[in-house]
């Protein structure tokens, strides 16, 4: 797989979620990405970059195979994407078919949403789940 510049993923996402700039609303992949990385261990962020880039590079969120040579070429070991889609899924931003002796599908939920209401204008206030 072709790696994928930072800046470059971000510009998509940004495309995909266009923010008017008299408008404070927050794209929703903001709210997914901070949710993520918030999560215990950075395989969880790993996990969670490689799903952004390769939804990017199929063109669709759902039915992601998550296959050894993709780990591979991420450099992500197989054992810990696993536990890393665990702790995303448990924190409810993708859904994980496991099927057995086959790779799993993941379908991420909530990124590809509209933009959080206006009302809630720091990012901060807008993504965290009532504390």
């Not at 994407?81 to 665990?86: C, D, P």
Request: hydrophobic share 45%.
């Amino acid at each position: 797989m072709k790696a994928v510049d930072l800046k470059v993923l971000r510009n998509r996402l940004l495309l995909a979620n266009p923010i008017e700039p008299s408008s404070r609303s927050v794209p929703a992949w903001v709210c997914w990405l901070s949710k993520a990385a918030n999560l215990k261990g950075k395989s969880s962020v790993r996990v969670t970059l490689m799903l952004l880039k390769l939804a990017l590079r199929v063109g669709r969120h759902q039915n992601l195979l998550i296959s050894r040579s993709l780990l591979e070429c991420e450099s992500i070991n197989r054992v810990t994407a696993y536990q890393a889609l665990e702790d995303l899924q448990q924190a409810g931003l993708v859904e994980v078919q496991r099927r057995p002796s086959r790779a799993p599908l993941v379908a991420i939920v909530g990124v590809f949403d509209p933009v959080v209401p206006e009302s809630q204008t720091r990012v901060r206030d807008a993504c965290s789940d009532t504390k």
